[in-house]
């Protein structure tokens, strides 16, 4: 029975253990979000950048690289916020975006219409280790990122979507803080492909469309949290 027990708490610690070093991935459909011209009154892309560095930190101050040329993530607005919450902020596309190139860190912007230099396996390895990433779509072929996605059950719509304008926001995911309105410009919709396991979630749609999405390796399975329930109790009945 000893052995059963400590089975058990050795399992939850080492659950434990690996939660406070989580991956994590936000999903977005569109690349005029982060644009200047998404910062168009009534937007609130500032805030939601800003949401974004949070959740990936924890709500410390962090360094994040925009790897990309594509004006979604080259705006003057989109470097002022990151800078004004604190964080640094480096766009460049310099040298293979491999994990040497990613470790330094707290998350790295994304395009999907640019994948000069990328390596997923790499990208896979840095999410998996507690690495965090933002991508969007918009523009470009998803076929290679859905390859990057699949693990995280997320994926992207291969075909553009209809929808143009300001669209309203209404999620109480810590990403939409203070979040009432982004841009979008035909984007790609986002899907769940695993609505089961929590770790994967759509926040925000529009029109039956999914357009935030959130991987948060965090968020444990249902089996995996209840083994982490049964680790707390033995524990705790030991501690008495």
Known sequence: MRTVIGTVVVAALCLTGSMATAGRIVLAEDDWTLSDTGFNAPNDPG????NVAAWFTGGQAGSFLAYSNNFGLTGSLLGTAMETAGHT??????????????????GVF????YTTGVDIAALQQYVDGGGAVYLYAGAGSVAMWNDFLLPYGLAYATGYNPLVGNRPIDSDHPLFAGVDSLYDYNGNDVYDLDPADPANEILVTSQGRGLYAVYDSSVPEPATAALLVIGAAVLARKRR
């Open 110 to 113: 994304l395009s999907v219409a």
């Open 47 to 50: 805030a939601f950048a800003a």
């Open 89 to 106: 902020w480096t766009v460049s596309t310099a040298g293979p975006l491999d994990l040497a190139r990613l470790t330094p860190y707290d």
